[in-house]
Nanobody
Framework: QVQLVESGGGLVQPGGSLRLSCAAS????????MSWYRQAPGKERELVAT????????NYADSMKGRITISRDKAKNTVYLQMNNLKPEDTAVYYC?????????WGQGTQVTVSS
């Protein structure tokens, strides 16, 4: 079955950086687009970044554009989200996601807290 396991979250000061990882299994990772979402307390889950399958084309949410980079390592079946210059409003649970056979799958999420 599809499994997505995120890691790399934590507490960071404003202006700091984090790199999130998502280890994927249960499907052919190399041929599916992968996405990162986030959900802050009391808010809806929102798309943060997507990376394509064959050409690894990327798309970013305007709120984080210029501060994040999504990448993938097909040999490790892992997708990453590098986040720089973090702000308190980036505090949220970050989720890895894939649409496989018409269904969207989610990881368990990793908490990112930006606070001094």
């Amino acid at each position: 079955q599809v499994q997505l396991v995120e890691s790399g979250g934590g507490l960071v000061q404003p202006g700091g950086s984090l790199r999130l990882s998502c280890a994927a299994s249960g499907f052919t990772f190399s041929i599916y687009a992968m996405s990162w979402y986030r959900q802050a307390p009391g808010k809806e889950r929102e798309l943060v970044a997507t990376i394509g399958n064959t050409d690894s084309r990327t798309n970013y949410a305007d709120s984080m554009k210029g501060r994040i980079t999504i990448s993938r390592d097909k040999a490790k079946n892992t997708v990453y989200l590098q986040m720089n210059n973090l702000k308190p409003e980036d505090t949220a649970v970050y989720y890895c996601s894939v649409v496989w056979r018409g269904l969207r799958y989610w990881g368990q999420g990793t908490q990112v807290t930006v606070s001094s």
